[in-house]
């Protein structure tokens, strides 16, 4: 019989917790919010009649969907500095920083999704809403930001959060560039003390019951954020 | 009958093609006189619904012009939004905002293209809330509220841009029964106040009336369009006669 010591979880917990979870939640939040925020004017854009437009948000979105996270993550952090190079024109390549370069990773690669979440949100919205928009003598831009976009962010809600929960899940990825997120946090533990088992079960453990109290919770919600017709 | 006053709407020759083969709307051409009301009837797919969305180019067309307060559609220059805020629409499914209050579907467009604040905005609102009788109402949101209610907070909020014409696109096809009065009383005052109208109705109670003229439409030509006491009593059409006794025989 092995000897498991879980009094190495309660020891570490204020490390796991300021140091780790701290970062996990900041970056998913921020990732999140940055996805939606881009993914909806992404889905705009797919929608839009202005020739260009569509195409290249059609290719991002394909591009992204079509690529592994881990490697997307990997390509920015090389790749950002250089990208900021040219950009900026300086002559080194512009340091980014692990935090700044997973959060733009982390925000572009959900905006694909969310962009995809966020046009059939605003394709469900039926005509009439944006003829009676128009009729009163709103723009297409007023009529996107105050009658169509907000309905299709209320339908779409739940799956919203639902990819969130994804997201939290995913932001565990970032170990690819030596980043401490939870897991990390959990993992450097269990590599000094020698106490795998310990750690990843618990690491595991968190993961499962905030995942699955969140989409508790988005359950709850979809019954009561539902517009009334 | 105000004939001599300046035509609101104009339509001339106007057609529309869904498809080279498919053309739903043939040459027409008809106007409306400030403070006159009109009624459009006609079996369905007649092109009723599309030719009163072509007025403020919801639907566009692609032969004649259609001039509203003397400014032409087509023309390029022509600044659409501004030009749809002067003419209300009332739709045959409501269309008020759901996932707003009854006030902020009033107030929105007031603020938003008028640039009135929103104290201006709300007192007009809740003054013709008050006229379609709803004033108890304002804070709801649209689900909350029946049918006939819903249709007379659109009649409302497309008032509420002091629109110097209303287009409705049959405003009381979705409604039941028992509700369609409350809609058409607020639509006869309207139209006793001397508000410009096109109507596109089956409502052949409302037409008689108020109703100054009636435009017939079928296979998306206008086949007759003709003072309402004439249309009434002795139809020249065929088309018109057989649609008249299929839905005056009730």
């Known amino acids: 019989m092995p000897q498991f010591d879980f009094d190495i979880i309660l020891k570490t917990l204020p490390y796991l917790l300021r140091d780790g979870m701290s970062f996990t939640l900041t970056l998913t939040a921020l990732a999140a919010l940055g996805g939606l925020v881009l993914g909806t004017l992404l889905a705009l854009m797919r929608l839009s009649t202005v020739p260009g437009l569509a195409t290249f948000a059609t290719a991002y979105v394909n591009l992204m969907r079509s690529l592994p996270l881990v490697l997307v993550i990997f390509w920015f952090y090389f790749l950002v500095p250089y990208i900021g190079q040219v950009i900026l024109r300086t002559e080194r390549p512009v340091e980014v920083g692990a935090f700044a370069s997973a959060l733009i990773t982390f925000t572009m690669f959900e905006a694909a999704y969310f962009s995809e979440i966020m046009r059939a949100g605003i394709q469900s919205i039926p005509k009439g809403q944006l003829s009676a928009g128009y009729a009163l003598g709103l723009t297409y831009r007023q009529v996107m930001g105050y009658i169509v976009v907000p309905q299709a962010l209320r339908n779409m809600l739940p799956v919203i959060l639902t990819q969130t929960i994804v997201l939290f899940q995913d932001t565990s990825l970032v170990y690819v560039i030596s980043i401490t997120d939870f897991l990390g946090a959990a993992s450097k533990v269990a590599q000094r003390d020698g106490r795998l088992i310990e750690m990843y079960l618990f690491a595991a453990l968190v993961y499962f019951l905030i995942s699955f109290m969140a989409s508790l919770l988005v359950k709850r919600l979809q019954a009561r954020t539902a517009i009334i017709r | ?250």
């Open chain 2, 1 to 250: 009958m105000p004939t001599t006053q300046p035509a609101m709407i104009e339509l001339a020759a106007v057609s529309k093609w869904y498809t080279p083969q498919f053309q739903v709307l043939k040459d027409c051409t008809t106007s409306v006189s400030k403070g006159e009301v009109v009624v459009v009837c006609g079996p369905s797919g007649s092109g009723k619904s599309t030719l009163i969305k072509c007025v403020n180019a919801l639907e566009p067309f692609q032969a004649g012009t259609i001039r509203v307060d003397g400014v032409n559609l087509s023309d390029p220059g022509t600044n659409l939004p501004k030009l749809r805020s002067r003419i209300g629409m009332v739709f045959q499914h409501f269309e008020l905002f759901p996932h707003l209050r009854i006030t902020e579907n009033l107030c929105l467009a007031q603020e938003k293209v008028l640039g009135r604040s929103r104290d201006e905005a709300m007192t007009k609102g809740m003054a013709l809330l008050e006229r379609v009788g709803l004033k108890d109402h304002a804070l709801k949101y649209p689900g909350q509220l029946s049918g006939g209610q819903q249709q007379r907070v659109a009649i409302a909020r497309a008032l509420a841009m002091d629109p110097i014409a209303m287009l409705f696109d049959e405003p009381t096809s979705a409604l039941d029964p028992e509700m369609i009065t409350e809609v058409l009383d607020v639509m006869v005052e309207l139209a006793r106040e001397g508000m410009t109208m096109m109507v596109v109705t089956h409502e052949m109670g409302f037409a008689r009336k108020v109703a100054h003229r009636v435009i017939f439409m079928d296979h998306g030509e206008i086949i007759e369009d003709r003072a309402k006491d004439e249309f009434f009593s002795s139809p020249r059409s065929d088309r018109a006669q057989l649609f008249l006794s299929k839905i005056l025989s009730h």
